[in-house]
């Protein structure tokens, strides 16, 4: 076990990084396993869309190897058009029992009979798609691909009322990679300078806070504090911040994280109401969580004009090695209205630098941009994600579009609340939720905890007596539970991170148990100091 100091030296690190430390304490007791809760990689995984990926995969092996197989020498060649749907419904009667197949053969139906799309030219390009055979054309995404997903995006966002037909979509390897390139791409395009103020949601995921503060971005940070008195809702005055002309943008993760709450409909209201004020605001909102919330509705479908949205597939279908996200923008926004009112001279850089891709860079819209800067715009036309991700992206849509009465959504959303609920029970402790949490976290406020199991008196003295990274240090060296402080995510009181999506029942139970102990502990020495 570690002295005060000793653990005091690791109040800097970021989150991540203190994680690892507390990792190794905990892993350093051979005797018992580690509990992890830190991270936020759940340990379930949506098995039906994967099944299918490899079916898919072998049927279009085969139909490779109709070409060249004189050479007999594992050379195939590029699909053939020719009788392409009858060869696969013949697949699919064939094997119709194995675990995958009836689920591609629903995929076939659905996509003709309910989106209404070209079934055959579809399959065409999940079949060219899985072999990845050809570079990503278009490379933004690939036709039917970003069909398929707008539809799911839309429907998952809550935001089926919007003209799909305004909405563009730009593939890419996952949540974090559309945050790198956002940042990049309204870098570039001046969209932000170094100085200028930039509103985040806090708490929030970590990167948030730290890439506006790198030297290529040298952000001032303008913290919309939310408020655990709410919920973890923002206060209204904190939002009113918003109407402070020198923000350029607002950064926000919504439902957020670390306290996992969705915004509710009464700051959704106050914010639509301040972009009429500042129609110029530029919002970016990550709504990798959205998939988990009840009757969810991104910013996007409120302010599509002036919001760019990321959703990542990595939380919701367990596929974070995957490395499967989208951003999306709508046609007629307020960026590219930016951009078009950007001082001569900067414009003429802009052409220059975009020159190469269009013959009219000006009208090169920002998520075009957003697609050669990714590729460092002189690769703008190897740029795009893989299409084998692409397929399996459009499965994972598929998987849950066609999942008419919830049933993933809804075991998901059982398994984790039922964990949630384990951990305060151990603890001693009443769970709140309302109806916007989402519980794919939760943070554990160990003043709110003391106040709970004993009074106010003592959660007092805790403030004042015990450094909240010793708690992490104890929880991690005693228990082997890893947990991550919610000071780096901009949490304002000393508290836990715990994942409520990557253990097992059992061990949140574990996890509950070992912080009771360790408040009792901590009382006993409180009660035989105030007693002296
Ligand atoms: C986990 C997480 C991500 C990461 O997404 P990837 O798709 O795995 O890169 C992005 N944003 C938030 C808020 C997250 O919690």
């Known amino acids: 076990m570690k002295n005060k100091t000793e653990y005091a030296k690791y109040a800097n690190l970021s989150p991540f990084e203190l994680k690892d430390s507390l990792i190794e304490l905990a892993q350093s007791h051979s005797d018992r396993a580690m509990l992890n809760a830190g991270r936020g990689n759940p340990n379930f995984l949506a098995t039906w869309p994967r099944q299918a990926f490899f079916q898919l995969g072998i049927f279009a092996t085969q139909e490779s190897e109709m070409s060249f197989s004189y050479l007999n020498e594992g050379v195939g060649g ?21 675990p995958g197949v009836a689920f591609l053969g629903k995929v076939f139906s659905y996509i003709r009979d309910q989106l209404g799309l070209d079934e055959n030219a579809f399959l065409q390009e999940m079949i060219e798609g899985i072999l990845g055979c050809n570079y990503p ?22 935001a089926q009322y919007l003209d799909r037909d305004n909405i563009d979509l730009f593939a890419v390897e996952g949540g974090t990679a559309a945050m790198a390139y956002i940042f990049n791409s309204m870098k570039e395009n001046g969209l932000i300078e170094k100085g200028d103020k ?9 990167p948030y806070l730290e890439i506006p503060e790198l030297n290529d971005y040298q952000l001032v ?82 302010c599509p004009q002036n919001t760019i949205l990321v959703y990542s597939f990595s939380k919701y279908f367990g596929a974070t090695g995957w490395r499967l996200g989208v951003i999306a923008t709508a046609r007629d926004n307020v960026i590219d209205k930016a951009i078009k009112a950007l001082p001569n001279k900067t414009k003429q850089i802009l052409n220059k630098r975009y020159s190469s891709i269009v013959t009219e860079p000006e009208n090169l819209k920002f998520i075009d941009r957003l697609v050669a800067d990714s590729r460092a715009v002189a690769l703008n036309h190897t740029a795009g994600l893989s299409t084998p991700q692409q397929v399996q992206m459009v499965l994972f849509a598929l998987c849950e579009m066609m999942d008419s009465d919830q ?32 519980d794919y976290y939760t943070l554990v406020d160990l003043e709110h905890i003391c106040r709970e199991l004993y009074d106010d008196k ?52 574990a996890i509950g148990l070992s912080m ?9 020495e409180y009660k035989a100091k105030i007693n002296n």
């Not at 929880?475 to 508290?495: C, M, R, T, Y």
């Open 137 to 158: 054309v278009p490379d933004r995404m690939l036709h039917f691909s970003e069909d398929v997903v707008k539809s799911y995006i839309l429907q998952q966002m809550g």
């Open 198 to 206: 930039i509103a985040i949601g806090a708490p929030i995921f970590t």
């Open 221 to 302: 940070e303008v913290l919309i504090n939310s408020d655990p008195n709410l919920n973890w809702q923002y206060p209204e005055s904190e939002l009113r911040k918003l109407e402070d002309p020198s923000i350029k943008a607002f950064f926000v993760v919504n439902p957020s994280n670390p306290p996992s709450v969705k915004i509710d409909d009464n700051s959704l209201k106050i914010i639509a109401d301040i972009v009429k004020k500042r129609p110029e605001l530029i919002i970016l909102t990550d709504d990798v969580y959205g998939t988990f919330a009840d009757d969810f509705q991104s910013l996007f479908a409120i």
């Open 516 to 524: 009771r102990k360790l408040a009792e502990e901590y009382y006993a």
């Open 407 to 438: 049933s993933y959504k809804n075991a998901l959303k059982s398994l984790i609340r039922r964990r949630a609920a384990s951990l305060y029970q151990h603890l001693g402790m009443q769970h709140k939720t309302d109806e916007n949490s989402v």
């Open 458 to 509: 003592f959660a007092k003295w805790i403030l004042k007596n015990k450094n909240p990274s010793e708690m992490l240090f104890r929880i991690a060296d005693e228990a082997g539970v890893v947990l991550l402080p919610g000071k780096g995510f901009a949490v304002q009181h000393p508290s836990a991170r715990a994942s409520l999506a990557n253990l097992n029942e059992y061990q949140y139970a």
């Open 78 to 98: 590029m699909p053939i058009k020719a009788g392409l749907t009858g060869r696969f419904e013949h697949f699919i009667r064939q094997n119709y029992n194995t």
